[in-house]
């Protein structure tokens, strides 16, 4: 069973499908065939059918909640929406029978309506019975009286009778009149004319007009008389459309009371057509003359109109009919589409229409990002909804609420606006203009973006993050549309040269469209290839107007730049004679004065050093290695930029207890230069590279994000380096440049630091493309390499596909030389993919599938990141693992288990090449059952709506868990206590959880919290009574701080803290009991309550203060929260995100038919109106800013260590910023759980200066996830 969203509104709500015979009519000239060739009335109207959704009553009624989505018969839905997109049934037949059979709209169906309608008043709970408001809805081409069922079950749920009514017009997708038999949706190719008059379908769409004028009036007498005068029997009056008995007396009006409001202030809307069925002039519901056969007028008080649909109306027109004396026209708010705003001839005839109001009575607003299927249910259906179409949703119920509630202009005032401002930025492809709304963009807006930007080849964490600035997004939104770049099949590194070029743009006002054209065009012709040649463009474009000179803008720009080895060999020399340097010791300062030189600014970083290390051998000799030392007494280890010293500790749970790194499997790891080489020669040259130091590195794949299975590789290789005093490398493994993408080497570099570790260098597999290709043609010629041109299947069929024993390839006795040939030709690009590879020729008699002749080199078709079209041959893993390891002297080679028969060939290729040999040693990967960590699995989850992100905090990525808020030294202390074996460890969440806790108890503080407030008064106290509580962060850790909080006469507490019925094993709150607030002055009594008449739930709680005599001693206390004004108390939270399992099985893995149906449809419970202590506030502020000076601080400890850290140009720089997101500001809801602010928040004071006191400001959504829950709490009584 599959539901809509509920719409958890304050009231439970029902829908009844009513129907109302009536006299046949007909309407019109036109006709339609039908079946059997016969002539029948397009337009016939027999009887009319509408869905009530109303408040409903519940209690103490079985009623289950579910009402099908889709019109019955399915046939009818089927065949009406095929007709209505113009495609066949077979290719709608699997959606509309998925949706037929599982989709319900969650109501209860055919549920009395609810009588009493609540109204608060001074004192106890009481209840008048008012009448429910009526609002008349009337949908658009295509639509039904469900189609729109988000809307109209809100509109219920806040307290409305909602009657949307189902146009059997031709308009809809289907109808099924109780004669005529099945009619579709009409097309003009359907219509038979039998008048001489203009026979076109907008001719045809007055007479729908009309049609619906009249379906509406009769719906609406029908419901009047059956509240007025009650069911009329079987024969008579309104009648339910399945025959279904329901309670009619409950829509029945009493003597002295309404059940709906009919004879007043009734709203009138409509999308699409059925906002023209609303505003149009000839047919307009709003004109006091209703059709001959319907006696009275509907009393309009208000219209809302979305999205109207006006291009049928003939004009002059449309406009609301001329007002008698004393009339007045109702109030109008019209809610456009992007779309329909900017579609100018149309907009400008609904201008002509509100223009009839007085200006106070109309408003006209577009949602920006909005469709015009937004107003609609389709964009939100399971499976296929997103969070955007979700957003743009609710802005339209809060707008139309706000408007109903007569607060529209106050809502307008206080939400993100601006003035409707249309520029023309370009042409459409059939000529017309193309048009833009120009301005700043609403920062609620920003996530639909990220599909159009998207869409020009921005990965999905690079157009998230171009989405960020309103301004820079919204230049970037104009110049997609202005030049079309969804059609102009960018690769990534164009997109995001283009979203730079925006970036730049938003800065400046002084560039001229006509040179923003130019810069545009100088990336997709490919003249501009680096974001620092754009950022270049854009200064010379400020300072030079049109027309352009094309050559000194080049020059500027770096355009076309090249430089050969010999001229730049040259240049190098020359610097070095006209700079007096004297030797080696000077050469990182020459690459960088040589770097620095104007005539070299475009030259590749590369390509210079290579130079510069070229000239320095020839002018002052081969570098010589430096000396081993001698051995000092003892000597004090000079600090290391692997590891924090937290981190380095984090191998200890107790002081007698041995570090990690010191026990078990890493405690029996060789020491460096124990590893065995062919020579002792290499095994000294090691030596003395590493002046005897543990060298490690940790080598991710840049194809994925990390996950917590790599927290344990981190943990590992950094942490034993830094323990033992040595270096880590982070090493990125490019060698596949079809899988590889830019956003995730900055993720893995961002994801390593936030742990804590800093790379002693960061180093790329691709740094060594030409000595891994020398030692290739070097395997060749030493016999133990040959090219091979067999098929992959042939070559899995020889190698015995890893059950049977391999044979021979036919290439493997191949002459040295024409392997050679064969193997320069594969570079020279004379192949294509898999026409060729090298492979290694090995040992073909040995047990180990490893030593099978593997491959060392394969062609691929795709340009590198940092090689660019440099190479057409890219080494295998096998291949340059081992390889690289020994190039980086890495002195303990750590990876997993899976790894253990690789251990063969890698000692077989350093040996074969008579190289240094690195120790390989294997430890047992992490694994947290209920998850899945692969990558494609978790593509599918995101692409399929599953979770929102890689960084859905559902997920066990690290980057999810970063934004759940789980801080890094906690992950590590989860790894740490694991210890570290050759065993695979498979361990539940619950452990990983109960880890978290233990970390944060001592360090989280703790703040007052309320999830579901309950409002108290204190009646013994006066109305301005205040006192301010002293309160620490912690009990027991007073380094944390304290602060003060205030203690009024209104608190909220829990309303799970309060019970009606009290009993023995009860300590909290009743009747007649007393409970301590914890560090309020005096505990409190209640003394009485409210409660909601209509679901009996208690309101408001009031109760008696002890502060004279001697007080109870309470036996329990609770949390609370003070309103307080002055002081910003208490601060709400607008979203408290509860994660559970993702998963319902510890083995998703094992579910059928995929890991996909042991999905937990629950695993995200949202609480809204959670409240907080004020305290919140400067604890956020403090958070983040003691976080950021802890990252600049390490920063700047890591660089200020000669060597370390050092990376290329290509590499990207992660600043100590990036380190620091919302999710630092972590604290305990006293006795609710472990939180943290989420990335979604919107909070104005963090980005304030520090001297400004925080709070809450304009615009503000503040979004707490749930880190972990609190150990179970036996004070509480549960």
């Not at 754009?534 to 352009?548: C, D, M, R």
């Amino acid at each position: 069973m599959l539901f809509l969203a509920e719409s958890h509104g304050r009231l439970p709500v029902g829908a009844t499908t009513f129907k109302f015979p009536v006299s046949t009519k007909v309407l019109g000239t036109t006709k339609i065939r039908g079946h059997g060739g016969r002539l029948n009335p397009a337009l016939q109207l027999e009887e009319v059918v509408f869905t009530a959704y109303y408040p409903a009553d519940v209690k103490g009624n079985n009623i289950k909640k579910g009402l099908d989505w889709l019109l019955r018969p399915l046939r009818a839905s089927l065949h009406g929406y095929a007709r209505y997109a113009g495609v066949s049934p077979w290719f709608l037949w699997p959606i509309v029978y998925l949706y037929g059979t599982l989709l319900k709209i969650p109501v209860y169906s055919n549920a009395p309506l609810l009588r009493q309608r609540p109204t608060p008043s001074h004192g106890y709970t009481r209840s008048e019975s008012q009448p429910w408001p009526l609002v008349i809805f009337s949908h658009g081409l295509g639509g039904s009286r469900t189609a729109y069922s988000q809307l109209c079950t809100r509109l219920a749920s806040s307290g409305r009778v909602v009657l949307a009514v189902q146009h059997r017009d031709g308009s809809g997708h289907a109808f099924i009149p109780s004669t005529t038999g099945l009619g579709l949706y009409v097309k003009e190719k359907d219509l038979i004319w039998t008048s001489d008059d203009e026979n076109t379908m907008d001719k045809f769409r007055e007479q729908q007009l009309a049609f619906r004028r009249h379906e509406i009036y009769l719906a609406f007498r029908s419901f009047k008389q059956l509240v007025q005068d009650g069911y009329q029997g079987s024969s008579h009056g309104l009648q339910t459309i399945d025959d279904k008995t329901i309670d009619w007396s409950s829509w029945t009006s009493g003597d002295d009371s309404k059940a709906v409001e009919c004879d007043k202030d009734v709203l009138l809307a409509g999308h699409s057509f059925g906002g023209a069925t609303v505003a149009t002039k000839q047919f307009t519901i709003l004109s006091t003359d209703p059709p001959a056969d319907v006696s009275a007028p509907i009393p309009v008080h208000k219209a809302l109109i979305l999205d109207p649909w006006l291009e049928p109306i003939p004009s002059p027109g449309p406009c609301p009919p001329p007002q008698g004396p004393g009339d007045a026209l109702p109030q109008l708010l019209v809610i456009n589409s992007e779309r329909f705003s900017l579609w100018k001839d149309h907009f400008t005839r609904l201008i002509d229409v509100v223009q009839a109001w007085e200006p106070e009575k109309r408003r006209v607003l577009t949602i920006l990002r909005s469709q015009h299927d937004s107003f609609s249910d389709f964009p939100l259906l399971p499976l296929v909804s997103r969070r955007a179409a979700r957003i743009v949703m609710d802005r339209i119920m809060e707008l139309s609420e706000a408007f109903i509630d007569g607060d529209v202009d106050t809502f307008v005032d206080e939400t993100a606006t601006r003035k409707m401002e249309i520029r023309k930025i370009g042409k459409k492809p059939d000529g017309s203009p193309q048009r833009q709304f120009v301005g700043e963009s609403d920062p609620a807006a920003s996530d639909t973006s990220i599909p159009l930007f998207k869409s020009i080849g921005l990965s999905q964490a690079k157009a998230a993050e171009a989405a960020k600035n309103a301004k820079s997004a919204n230049v970037l939104h104009n110049l997609i549309v202005s030049y079309d770049l969804t059609k102009a099949h960018l690769d990534e590194k164009q997109a995001t040269l283009v979203t730079a070029l925006a970036g730049q743009l938003a800065k400046t006002e002084s560039i001229e469209p006509s040179e923003q054209d130019f810069a545009v065009k100088a990336i997709l012709q490919g003249k501009l290839k680096s974001v620092d040649q754009v950022n270049a463009a854009v200064k010379y474009l400020e300072t030079h107007n049109a027309p352009i000179n094309e050559l000194e803008f080049d020059t500027e720009c770096g355009v076309g730049f090249s430089i050969t080895s010999e001229e730049l060999f040259n240049t190098v020399t020359s610097y070095i004679r006209e700079n007096a340097v004297t030797g080696w010791p000077y050469l990182g300062s020459v690459i960088s004065g040589v770097k620095a030189s104007p005539a070299l600014r475009w030259a590749n970083p590369l390509e210079i050093k290579n130079a510069v290390e070229k000239a320095f051998t020839e002018t002052f000799g081969v570098k010589e290695a430096a000396k081993p030392k001698a051995k000092e007494p003892k000597k004090e280890k000079a600090p290391q930029p692997t590891a924090t010293a937290s981190e380095t500790g984090a191998g200890s749970s107790s002081s007698n207890r041995k570090p990690v790194f010191e026990e078990g499997f890493l405690g029996a790891l060789h020491k460096p230069g124990e590893n065995p080489q062919n020579s002792p020669e290499l095994r000294e040259q090691h030596l003395r590279a590493t002046d005897g130091q543990v060298w490690t590195r940790f080598p991710p794949e840049p194809n994925g994000y990390l996950h917590i299975g790599h927290s344990k590789a981190i943990f590992v290789n950094f942490g034993y380096a830094a323990h033992h005093g040595g270096k880590c490398y982070l090493r990125f493994d490019d060698t596949n440049p079809e899988k590889e993408e830019a956003r995730y080497f900055e993720s893995i570099i961002e994801v390593v630091r936030w742990l804590g570790f800093e790379p002693w260098k960061i180093t790329y597999s691709s740094d060594y493309f030409d000595q891994l290709y020398e030692l290739a043609i070097e395997l060749i010629k030493r016999d133990k390499a040959y090219v091979c041109h067999c098929t992959q299947e042939q070559i899995k069929a020889d190698r015995g596909e890893k059950v049977s024993a391999p044979k021979a390839c036919v290439h493997r006795s191949r002459p040295i030389q024409e392997s050679l040939d064969e193997f320069k030709k594969m570079a020279d690009g004379y192949y294509r993919p898999k026409e060729a590879n090298l492979r290694m020729k090995m040992d073909l008699t040995d047990g180990n599938p490893q030593m099978w002749d593997l491959t060392a080199y394969r062609i691929l078709d795709a340009d590198h990141h940092r090689t660019k079209d440099k190479w057409k041959i890219y080494p295998t893993y096998d291949y340059t693992h081992c390889l690289v390891d020994s190039f980086e002297n890495i002195s303990h080679s750590l990876c997993t288990t899976e790894f253990i028969a690789s251990r063969q060939s890698y000692e077989w290729l350093c040996d074969a090449l008579d190289v240094y040999k690195p120790r390989q040693s294997e430890f047992g990967r992490l694994n947290l059952q209920g998850t899945i960590n692969s990558k494609r699995k978790i593509l599918q989850l995101v692409d399929e709506g599953y979770v929102s992100g890689w960084d859905d905090p559902r997920l066990y990525t690290l980057i999810a868990l970063r934004r759940r808020g789980v801080p890094p030294g906690a992950i590590l202390s989860f790894v740490s206590t694991l210890g570290v074996s050759t065993a695979a460890s498979n361990i539940q969440i619950a452990r990983f959880e109960q880890t978290v806790r233990q970390y944060l108890e001592g360090s989280a503080p703790r703040l007052f919290m309320v999830m579901r407030p309950l409002k108290v008064v204190i009646e013994n106290v006066p109305d301005d009574y205040l006192v301010m509580v002293d309160k620490p962060f912690h009990p027991k850790n007073p380094q944390l701080g304290s602060s003060q909080i205030p203690f009024t006469r209104t608190i909220y507490i829990d309303a799970d803290d309060f019970r009606l019925e009290d009993s023995k094993d009860y300590f909290r709150l009743a009747p007649g009991k007393s409970v301590g607030l914890f560090q309020a002055p005096y505990p409190i009594t209640c003394t009485s309550y409210k409660t909601d008449s209509t679901t009996g739930e208690v309101t408001e709680v009031f109760c008696r203060l002890e502060d004279s005599g001697s007080p109870p001693k309470p036996k329990a206390y609770i949390q609370w929260v003070a309103e307080h004004a002055p002081s910003g108390s208490p601060v709400r939270i607008d979203e408290t995100r509860i994660f559970h399992p993702l998963f319902e099985s510890d083995n998703p893995l094992a579910a059928v038919p995929d890991f996909r149906a042991d999905i937990n449809p629950n695993s995200m419970e949202v609480v809204k109106g959670a409240m907080v202590e004020v305290s919140f506030w400067p604890l956020a502020k403090r958070s983040i800013a003691d976080a950021l000076e802890e990252a600049r601080a390490r920063s700047a400890k890591a660089k200020a260590i000669q060597g370390a850290g050092s990376r290329d140009a290509d590499t990207p720089e992660v600043t100590p910023e990036q380190l620091v997101g919302k999710e630092c500001v972590r604290f305990q809801g006293l006795r609710v759980a472990y939180l943290a602010v989420d990335a979604d928040s919107r909070l104005g004071a963090l980005e304030e200066p520090s001297d400004v006191t925080p709070g809450i400001r304009q615009g503000d959504y503040l979004v707490l996830n749930r880190i972990a829950s609190l150990k179970e709490d036996a004070g509480k009584g549960m």
